[in-house]
Every structure is written in C-alpha cells, then in structure tokens.
C-alpha cells in the first residue's frame, strides 16, 4: 500500500516538475533603453519602419538625435521622417509584436487587441537633406499631449529648421538635462511602442540604373535613447534589479555565518557541509554578477553580453550543484552511508547532462531569435532529467528513512523527516505558483498585469533559497556534528537491534512450533527459524528492491552482505 502511495505521489511530482520546466520566466531577454540605427539607402530598401518597446515609468523621456553621417558636399539625399509613440495596458501586445508588423500600427487610432487600450502621439517633421556636419538636435520638438486610442489623429504641423525651431532648442536647453534631445515624454508607467519611420524622398522621376549608380552614397546614424526616473532600466525590471541586490546581500551573510561555524568546529565538519559551502558560494556570485548586469543596464542603457552569457554559466553550475547537494542528502552520505560508492558515478553523470543542457538552454534564451527548435529540444531533455532527478530524490528519502526507522535512530530520522517535510512544502507552493502564473500571464496573451512579471522570475530563486536555508539549518556545523555522522559500529550494533526488536514485536504472543525451550522458559530457535530470518534479511519482498540495489548500495554495504550471505552457508 506504501509503494502504492509513494507511485502516486511521484507521479505527481513528475507532472509538477514538467511544468516547472517550461513555466520560463517570461523576461528572458533583458530590455535596453538605448538603441543605434544606421540608415543607408540599401537598408530603406529592405526596411522603412523601426520598432523599439520598452516599458517605462511616468516621465521617461525619448531621445532622438543624429550620431554620424556619411553624405557628399553636394548631396541632393532628402529623408522624411516621422516617428509614432504609442502606450497599450497589454504587455502581450507590445513585446509580442514583430518588427515586419510595425507598419500595421504606424499611426494607428484604434485599439487592436481586447484590453490594450490606451494612448498615442505622432510627429511628422519636414524633409530632411543629408548634408555634412547635421545638427544633431534638429529632432526636438515640444512635447505633444496624447490622444486616447479610437480617436482619430490629429495632424501635426511640420517643424523644419527655422528661427523658431532655434528658438525651441536653446528653451530645451535650458530645462533640466533628461529633456535635453527628447521629442516624447511617457504619461504613464506601461508598456511602450516606439516606431520610426524613414524613407528617402524622390522628384518623381525614374532614374535609369547609370544615373542611380552615379548617385553618391550616404549613410546617417541615429540613436535612440530612453532614460527614465531610474536611468535607462525598464519599469519591469527595476524590482528585478532590488530582488537582486537583497538577495545578494542575504547570500553574503549567509556565507559569512557558514564560514563562522564552519571555522568554529572545523575538527567535526561532515563532507556533505563543504557541499552546501560550496552552493552558497556560487549563489552569492550568481546574483552578483545578475545584479551588477542590471547596473550596466541601468546606467549605460546596454547589456553586455559577455556578462549574461557568464550569469547563465553560473546560474546553471548553481542549480546543478543544488540538484547534486538535495540527491547526495537524500541518499544519506555522511549520515546513513560513509561514501556513494558505485552511485558516485551515477551522480556525476546527472549532474553533467543537467549542466551541459542548462547551459546550451541559457545561451539560446538570452539569444531569443536563434535556434528555437534547438531550445526546445533542450527544454525537453532539460524537463527528463529533471523528472528522473525528483523521483531518484524521493525513493531514496524513502529507503533511508525506512532504514532510520530499522534501525531506531531517532536523531537522524528527525533530521530526514524535517528534510521531507521541506520538499514537500516547496511542492505544493510549486503547484500553487504554476497555477497562479499560468492564469495570469500564460493564458492570457494581453498580460495585463505587467507589475508582477518579475516574481515569475524572483520566486523560483527565493524557494530555492528557503529550502538552502533550511538544509544549512538541518545540517549545520556544531559540536555534535558527530551525532548525525556515520559510524560503523554503531549502526550495525542498531541494525541487529532493531532486526531482534522487530522479530519480538512481530511474533510477540505467537507460540512457535519447533521451538524447544530452555530451563529458565525461553524458546531457543531453531534451524528453520535462523533460516527465515537469514530470508527474510536477505531476500527483497518486492520487484522495487530487486530493481533498486544498485541505487540504494554503496559498494560497503554490497560487500558486507556478501560476507554475511557467506557467514550463513
């Protein structure tokens, strides 16, 4: 009935661990808050329309101006551009658009999808040449109030350089520096489509290809930035940033506490605590590098890509060191057993298919348009071994447990109940969070509520750092470190014990038959007898125990058997 049980569960937790894998934090990709566009006549010919999302608090501002420009003294190049800045309360509706569709809203009044209300502004300006030496501030303009959604658009009179556009910009100098260059201001925190269009104006005249290779060439390079009250970084990933930098902090008091006791009662340190130093170390580097990521993000309006692609190598070590740290636990090294043995070579084996494809799935996810059916195939794998990690986590729980149990060890077997009891409540808020994120944000494809993206990404990190916290607790250094080690000894002495003890109880009140008994009453066993015994130690009472020895056993335990199997013939 147990086995039956624990099936049932661990098919359960199979499922859950299925959806934790493909339940991805939906900001995979960070947003940048500065874009550089290079325009030439080859790219118009391919693309007139530029998009850039991003969401933003109330009072970003968006900046235009001209960085670099390649044009002949006697250009007769005349661009016209014109940009479009709308908001919508989907998050789905922005971030899900794609750069080929940025024509569909170009200019667009009404709203699109269900929910994505909001508010627009467009601006045309008036022709401009490509000449030597372009102001760079000829893009500004006074800031536009919006207009709601399904609202027709309201023509905008073209600026050009005049007198009073001067005028405009040495006013725009003398207002603070975020309203320097800027030609839009965001009215509300959400998010954000930024879509500018350029295209090259001709006479009307069809020129024959001699004249169009004559014609010079000219290339113009325009940046697009937006800084906010918290520099370039986005409204969705500013709590992000402050989860990071807690969590940095509590990871190095962590690690400070560990190295405290660790040097305090460094003569009694298990093996399996120099694992959890080691898990604690790399996450508190982890989110070092996580946070000082945000920081470029923040202050430079860029990502360094070098710097994600290192914060996904470390966060995938940490996670498979964590998933090694929660198996060699569960399997009962240092406490149950003196070393894996055989199971040493299984374990490295997971934990090296579990890095190499977290790994491979971290690169492709910070490269979001590469190698879809790849990241796939990774989450798949990635899904496997995670499910296969879970049940072999379980099972042993379960074998050492039951061993605790034989052998009345009650010190021990509350240290692995309190263990249980953990992984069983990081289950169930497993389950409830899935359930919560795929309500809000995975089935419905407007998101509405943007705020809470980051906790898809924060709350598996902080369950995780609860159930660390809880192991540091369980398996902490101190004085009586030797309590919960293994000690031959004392462990066989409690196995023939509670072998004895558990025979009394089973057969207690029950007349043996053969059983001859002695002069002072009691009954002495017999062969046959010593022979059930002998079977009922050394045969396996189900398929389980057939199938699992070489999980269970370390090569000790195998050879002590055998020396025990040989004793009895």
């Not at 100098?173 to 295209?199: C, N, R, T």
């Not at 460094?266 to 170390?281: K, Y």
Request: hydrophobic share 45%; aromatic share 12%.
């Amino acid at each position: 009935m147990e086995r039956v049980l624990l099936t049932g569960h661990l098919t359960k937790v199979l499922f859950i661990l299925v959806l934790m894998q493909f339940t991805r934090p939906l900001n995979a990709v960070s947003e940048p808050g500065k874009w550089m566009l290079t325009v030439n006549s080859e790219t118009l010919k391919k693309q007139s329309y530029f998009l850039f999302h991003k969401t933003m608090f109330q009072g970003t501002v968006i900046k235009l101006t001209v960085t670099s420009e390649t044009c002949a003294t006697n250009s007769t190049v005349e661009l016209s551009v014109s940009w479009y800045l709308r908001s919508s309360h989907c998050y789905g509706e922005v971030f899900n658009l794609e750069p080929s569709e940025a024509d569909n809203y170009f200019k667009g009044t009404r709203v699109k999808q269900e929910g994505g209300s909001g508010s627009y502004v467009f601006h045309q300006y008036a022709n401009m040449k490509c000449t030597p030496h372009m102001d760079p501030h000829q893009f500004v303009v006074p800031f536009d109030k919006p207009t709601q959604l399904t609202e027709h658009v309201i023509k905008q009179p073209a600026t050009s350089q005049n007198p009073a556009g001067r005028r405009r910009r040495e006013a725009e100098e003398a207002k603070p520096v975020q309203h320097f260059d800027s030609v839009a201001e965001a009215w509300e925190d959400g998010p954000y489509m930024f879509i500018l269009h350029i295209s090259e104006v001709t006479d009307g005249v069809k020129h024959r290809p001699a004249e169009a290779a004559a014609t010079p060439a000219w290339d113009i390079q325009f940046q697009i930035s937006m800084p906010g009250p918290h520099a370039y970084i986005s409204a969705t990933e500013w709590p992000l940033m402050i989860f990071y930098m807690v969590m940095c902090i509590v990871y190095v008091l962590l690690g400070v506490l560990w190295l405290v006791l660790s040097a305090l009662h460094w003569r009694e340190l298990l093996r399996i605590q120099f694992w959890i130093g080691g898990v604690i170390f790399l996450g508190m580097l982890e989110k070092a590098v996580y946070y000082a990521e945000f920081q470029s993000l923040r202050y430079d309006g860029l990502s360094v890509q070098g710097a994600v692609v290192f914060a996904e190598v470390l966060s995938a070590v940490k996670r498979t060191l964590a998933r090694v740290l929660v198996i060699i636990a569960s399997l009962g090294y240092g406490i149950v057993k003196p070393r894996l043995g055989a199971l040493l070579h299984r374990v490295v084996g997971v934990g090296l298919l579990y890095l190499v494809f977290s790994i491979v799935e971290g690169g492709l996810r910070v490269n979001s348009e590469k190698g879809d059916s790849s990241r796939l195939l990774c989450d798949i794998v990635l899904a496997f071994t995670d499910s296969c990690i879970v049940w072999w986590i379980f099972v042993s729980l379960a074998q050492t447990m039951k061993l605790l149990r034989l052998r009345r060890n009650v010190v021990k077997l509350s240290l692995y109940r309190h263990f249980t009891n953990t992984l069983i409540f990081a289950v169930i808020a497993s389950v409830i969070f899935i359930i919560w994120t795929t309500k809000t944000f995975k089935m419905s494809p407007c998101q509405a509520d943007w705020r809470e993206l980051w906790i898809d990404d924060a709350f598996w990190r902080f369950l995780f750092s609860i159930i660390l916290l809880v192991i540091m607790f369980l398996w902490r250094p101190s004085a009586n470190n030797q309590r919960y080690a293994f000690s031959p000894l004392v462990d066989e002495e409690s196995d023939e014990e509670a072998t004895e003890q558990l025979m009394n109880e089973a057969f207690e009140g029950v007349k043996m038959r053969g059983q001859k008994v002695e002069t002072n009453g009691t009954a002495k066993p017999t062969k046959v007898d010593e022979d059930l015994k002998w079977v009922e130690e050394n045969i396996p009472s189900s398929m389980a125990d057939v199938a699992l020895p070489p999980l269970l056993d370390s090569d000790e335990e195998t050879m002590t058997t055998k020396f025990e199997m040989s004793k009895m013939e």
